[in-house]
T-cell receptor, first 113, second 114 residues
Framework: AQTVTQSQPEMSVQEAETVTLSCTYDTSESNYYLFWYKQPPSRQMILVIRQEAYKQQNATENRFSVNFQKAAKSFSLKISDSQLGDTAMYFC??????????FGGGTRLMVKP | DVKVTQSSRYLVKRTGEKVFLECVQDMDHENMFWYRQDPGLGLRLIYFSYDVKMKEKGDIPEGYSVSREKKERFSLILESASTNQTSMYLCATMGGGQRHYGYTFGSGTRLTVV
């Protein structure tokens, strides 16, 4: 079974600054995906970014990028130029070969003006 | 875009009641999932379904059952609601062979059992 750990229950950042959210996972599989989801107060889960395990290049989506360290089983999310709309719960998730998503406990991010 | 609709945003039920949570999707996705979300625990998988009339237990199936009579609808059933089932319930879908896109989620049902 896979486990996903987010060690930061809460974080805050000033608007326009950069913040990094941590995620580690444990698996014996080699073929998997990693995701970051955002859940704003509206409760709608939104896919932020994905990473395929066999790709060495770190994924980037506009202001969002990841640092994927496969050997260390680490998958952190960096948000650049933080905006008030980035305030949300962020979940790291692991998808195994059977297409099951396992989630971390979440990090509540507050962006302060 | 895929739409995943959960029938109720908020629900209050009494202990011992039978509760139905409905999820409907409009994009012909084969895979459907039910999760519960609790603070500090993230999302935990209750049940999932790969096809009509097929169901598989997730990590925490106790006290729950599911029904998938039609491809677009996946129902979560609390046979006899208890206070420890007070939680946020999220439905999700994924198309076959589309793991690259991850899951698409509904907006959740916050269930309170009193």
């Amino acid at each position: 079974a896979q486990t996903v750990t987010q060690s930061q229950p809460e974080m805050s950042v000033q608007e326009a600054e950069t913040v990094t959210l941590s995620c580690t996972y444990d698996t014996s599989e080699s073929n998997y995906y990693l995701f970051w989801y955002k859940q704003p107060p509206s409760r709608q889960m939104i896919l932020v970014i994905r990473q395929e395990a066999y790709k060495q290049q770190n994924a980037t989506e506009n202001r969002f990028s990841v640092n994927f360290q496969k050997a260390a089983k680490s998958f952190s999310l960096k948000i650049s130029d933080s905006q008030l709309g980035d305030t949300a719960m962020y979940f790291c998730a692991f998808m195994n070969a059977g297409n099951m998503l396992t989630f971390g406990g979440g990090t509540r991010l507050m962006v302060k003006p | 875009d895929v739409k995943v609709t959960q029938s109720s945003r908020y629900l209050v039920k009494r202990t011992g009641e039978k509760v139905f949570l409905e999820c409907v999707q409009d994009m012909d996705h084969e895979n459907m999932f039910w999760y519960r979300q609790d603070p500090g625990l993230g999302l935990r998988l209750i049940y999932f379904s790969y096809d009509v009339k097929m169901k598989e237990k997730g990590d925490i199936p106790e006290g729950y059952s599911v029904s998938r009579e039609k491809k677009e609808r996946f129902s979560l059933i609390l046979e006899s609601a208890s206070t420890n089932q007070t939680s946020m319930y999220l439905c999700a879908t994924m198309g076959g062979g589309q793991r690259h896109y991850g899951y698409t989620f509904g907006s959740g049902t916050r269930l309170t059992v009193v």
